[in-house]
């Protein structure tokens, strides 16, 4: 065993031959890895000044605080109020809401996305490959259409884009020969039935008020995201990313072949549920808070194998991280840019495609 | 010595109109090497698929220490057996190392990472095969005959009982071929039993102690290497026309394959030729 230690320190491992400059910069995924986790604080901090409303910096660190600080004993340290109403309303009720449903969103996203690249073998799907988007897309919509409330449009997204996953995975198990492609394959039937739906209900509805609110709806936007919105998902989205991080080795050898996985002692036909469970439950979250957003799930896995290697015990978390980051960047951009936002949606396709163009082009996401 | 797989008639089909083989019966003892032959698309790989316990058996039972492979979790059988298929395309630049740690998956639990215990096996094996100095290169840009013997220790690493090659030279250069059957061969001394399927006949002298000839499907022909790889049979198996001869210089049986057209060597270096495999054979002594 010392004999192979010394080897390693002897020479530098040579992870990823391609390395271009900022990767050799970053050849360490420790270091990598430990800049990543740094940045998702940082960016959130930020991201609470950016509006047309100028708050204090320290006002804003004591607000922030406060919550905390303030449940020890008042005599041993306290944070009295020394900032306006109007700040802590911004932070609290409009910014924070924002920024965790970003956060929330973005992570959620890449998270599944890698762990579908990995159970599908294939560095091009994304979250929605199983048409959990389009259904959960054509739950909003009939729900706008009905005029149902807010909470309800939610809850319809969310229980079709779980409908949507079901019906493709019951359409795959009526073929027996190989599982991954009759679920693809299932998945763009069932993503082309509720796509046709979207548009049908689209064409019914009225088209000075529904048909807007439906199409916007469709692009993608946390402008109006609570609370109570985020309480309602956390549930789903934790205990899926947990799940999805507890069994982050296995989809490693998933990701090499199913019947070599199944040769190591695998389960693949369970763990091909359980992943498609937890990415069902993560993007229909995503997607009944947010609306529809492309992209984020195929592009930051790609990044992420860029920094710290196909490796999902490394990969998966820095996902989650890249992908936190990333949706705060694009929010954060669709607040600025204009006076009227951009949907998130458009802006997450207009940077996320070139992006990854620029990624292929660099020829180092190790797969081509 | 102990029977570890026993194989009572077996029989497989994917469409019941067509079947694969069957009656299909052996067993392998500990330290035993065994060899299956047979023409391009006779069902070796499938037969190894099911000893691998990845595809069921339509009739007949595989026992794995006295047990039926199918009620066995897949878990407890790949603590016994481990499975080298046929090289294939992996998407992901998985580095070596890695690829082999994840032979550790049927000794961990649901939940784990491999330890520092795991990667030190996986270091072994890596050292064991020989690959060490591409064991930090992403797997899908080694050669194929690296990629082979990575596959080879990553099995290892499960810590098998029984090893199962689907075709293990096929795709090697010549001396790829002799370097991954001498690892075999090692590691049969060291106590694995093997099960490899093969298309040269001569790796059956090379390696093995029983030698199976997979013809429709079924064993035509099942035995001590020497008594099954004969001229007739090989004739039957792949319609060409071999001789078996002695070489002392090698101190072994060899297949030598006849000419096929007419002796284009003009006598310069073969005195007497005449086309006859039997006068090259006899050269060799």
Redo the contacts between chains.
Sequence with gaps: ?SE?LD?KSDAP???Y?RAGRIRDALAVPAVTTALIYCMLPVLVFLSLFIGRYDVNPVHVVLLLAAPVVNLLPENVLHIYPVWSAAEANVIYQIRLPRIIAAVLVGAGLSMAGAAYQ?LF???LVSPDILGVASGAGFGAALAILLSWNMMMIQVSAFGFGILAVSVTYLLSRMYRTTPTLVLVLSGIIVGAFFTALISLTKYVADPYEKLPAITFWLMGSLASVRYEDIVMIVPFFLAATIILL?????I??L???D?????????TKRMAQVIILCSTLITASAVCIAGIIGWVGLVVPHLG?MLV???Y?RLLPVCLLLGACYMLIIDDLARMLTNAEIPLGILTAIIGAPFFAYLLGRRSV??M | MDVILDVRKAGFHYDPVRTIFSEISFSLAEEEVLCILGPNGIGKSTLIRCLANLNPLCSGAIRLHGSNIRSLPHRDVAKVIGYVPQAHDIVFPFPVRDFVLMGRAPHLGLFASPGRDDRAKADAAIDLVGIQKIADKPVNAISGGEYQLAMIARALVQEPEVLLLDEPTSHLDFGNQIRVLEIIDRLATEGLSVIMSSHFPDHAFLTSNNVAIMQHGSFMAYGLAEEVVTEENLKETYGVDVSIAYSHTVDRHVCVPHRAGQCRCHGHHVPACTGKAAVIAASMR
């Excluded at chain 1, 019947?259 to 389960?267: H, T, Y």
């Design positions: 065993m192979t080897e491992p040579v992870l031959p990995g073998k294939n560095p507890l069994i982050r080795w296995r490693n050898i990701a090499v072949g019947d070599e996985a199944r040769a190591l002692g695998i389960d194998r290697g196909p490796d015990t190790g797969w």
